[in-house]
């Protein structure tokens, strides 16, 4: 059945609509989403995470300051997200400034987390080169000895990143794939209001038009 995705007046009533049904259909991680940051010399990466919390405000997710991720998507200060949902043909991209979120709200969360998963926090160097996995294995027993019996506080290379939406587009497919005019609705902030409108939805060429295409090149490569 289709919905019409016009008729959400804000774009959270979106991801919540999309969202609670994906937690219908989908037994793990429906919460799993892309973020994209840009490099300083320009080069575009991508990695899954999972997002922890949406309000009005943005969507917060977990992660290491001094990562990869998390030094360019501060160097940019703008971040994106892309969900997707094949059970629903369903799609919600997010692009927005970055920031880090309250530190009280952080503790609170690592707090939360089970023991391994703080531990894993506190010694990770997220994304450098790391010499074997024995290294790690070692690191992580040490850090466990040492704090036996004790309170592990969450280190300040480790916190939430917040996403405040600047425009969000929201994909539904149709069930008519004869015609393959999807819909797609974006809502894009301006001053202390948002906009909807509609985009038209281009026609993607099928696969099957594609694929002869392809297999000439590679018989000419």
């Known amino acids: 059945m289709n919905i019409d995705i016009s008729s959400f007046n804000q774009w959270i009533e979106a991801w919540n609509h999309f969202y609670d049904k994906e937690k219908e259909l989908v037994d793990l991680d429906p919460n799993a989403a892309l973020v994209s940051s840009v490099s300083s010399d320009g080069k575009p990466n991508a990695r899954v995470i999972l997002i922890k919390d949406v309000s009005q405000e943005g969507f917060t997710f977990y992660t290491n300051y001094e990562s990869q ?22 799609s919600i991209r997010v692009q927005g400034r970055v920031e880090k979120i309250n530190t009280n709200l952080s503790d609170e969360y690592f707090s939360s987390r089970d023991r391994n998963a703080q531990i894993s926090a506190s010694i990770s160097k997220q994304s450098y080169d790391v010499d074997s996995r024995e290294v790690l294995d070692k690191e992580f027993q040490e850090f466990a000895d040492a704090h036996e019996g004790k309170e592990i506080k969450r280190p300040d290379h480790w916190g939430g990143i ?46 099957r038009k594609w694929k002869p295409l392809f297999t000439k090149r590679a018989k000419e490569g």
């Open 69 to 90: 991720k998390g030094k360019e998507l501060f160097h940019n200060s703008e971040g994106h997200l892309t969900w997707y949902s094949r059970a629903q043909g369903a």
């Open 162 to 207: 917040i996403i405040m939406p600047s425009r969000v587009e929201v994909w539904k497919s149709r069930d008519d794939y004869k015609t393959r005019l999807h819909d797609r609705i974006v809502f894009t902030q301006s001053n202390d209001a948002w906009i909807k409108t509609r985009l038209m939805q281009l026609v993607p060429c099928s696969i």
